[in-house]
């Protein structure tokens, strides 16, 4: 079973579009985020939760909101899709709101905005 | 100055050679650390955590230098499944949130 699942794997999608990716975890973490990975390999966070609330809020624009139904799922939704979100986007999920936790990543939606 | 800098490489090492990376992190309030290793087109994954003491693992040892500001991954005796990127990762708790910054990666490519 896998512990973080992400869908799609793939997206590619026309400028403008709104797009979203899913993230699910089976091992009951308390804790859940957002990455971007650019094409020089830069991976930054975009957003943390912890227990379906928002705890961490990077300088990301709007278009993108995160939602979590509950703490085992948080999803991203992207509005108004630019060239510039084209990346590969991780979801990551850790035991608790704790900085020594280890993060346990997704295989990653490769996002291509033509 | 970035918050988190790794010397992105690319290292070509013989097999069996001895390699070693450093990290260097600018916010002197940083208090946790980690090493994760990246496969192409892979998701990350935890190599291993960073001591204060300095750790080991089979034939990875992580060290901490918090008066330079600095972690270090050593790899002995190097396989060719050590091939992957190292991402440096450095955790910075502030009062509500920790602030989790990931090194942009050193490529490591060992040859036969």
């Known amino acids: 079973d896998t512990a973080v699942s992400q869908t799609p794997k793939y997206l590619v999608t026309q400028m403008g579009n709104d797009k979203s990716i899913k993230c699910e975890q089976n091992?009951?973490?308390?804790?859940m985020y957002w990455y971007k990975q650019d094409s020089k390999k830069f991976l930054k966070i975009m957003f943390s939760?912890?227990?379906?609330?928002?705890?961490i809020n990077e300088t990301v624009p709007n278009r993108f909101s995160p939602k979590s139904p509950d703490k085992a799922h948080l999803n991203l939704h992207i509005n108004s899709l630019e060239l510039g979100d084209s990346a590969v986007y991780f979801c990551a999920s850790a035991d608790r709101l704790s900085s020594y936790n280890e993060q346990f990543f997704g295989p990653g939606t490769r996002l291509t905005v033509l | 100055r970035k918050e988190v800098e790794q010397d992105p490489g690319p290292f070509n090492v013989p097999e069996g050679a001895t390699v070693a990376f450093n990290c260097t992190y600018s916010n002197s309030a940083s208090q946790s650390f980690f090493w994760y290793r990246q496969d192409c087109r892979k998701e990350p994954k935890l190599l291993m955590s960073?001591?204060?003491s300095g750790n080991e693992d089979g034939r990875f040892t992580a060290q901490l230098n918090r008066a330079s500001q600095y972690i270090s991954l050593l790899i002995r005796d190097s396989k060719l499944s050590d091939s992957a990127t190292y991402l440096c990762?450095?955790?910075?708790?502030?009062?509500?949130?920790?602030?989790?910054?990931f090194g942009s990666g050193t490529r490591l490519s060992i040859r036969p």
């Open positions: 939760y912890n227990n379906k609330e928002l705890i």
């Open positions: 960073v001591y204060s």
């Open positions: 091992l009951g973490h308390d804790t």
């Open positions: 990762v450095v955790n910075t708790k502030y009062s509500s949130a920790s602030k989790i910054i």
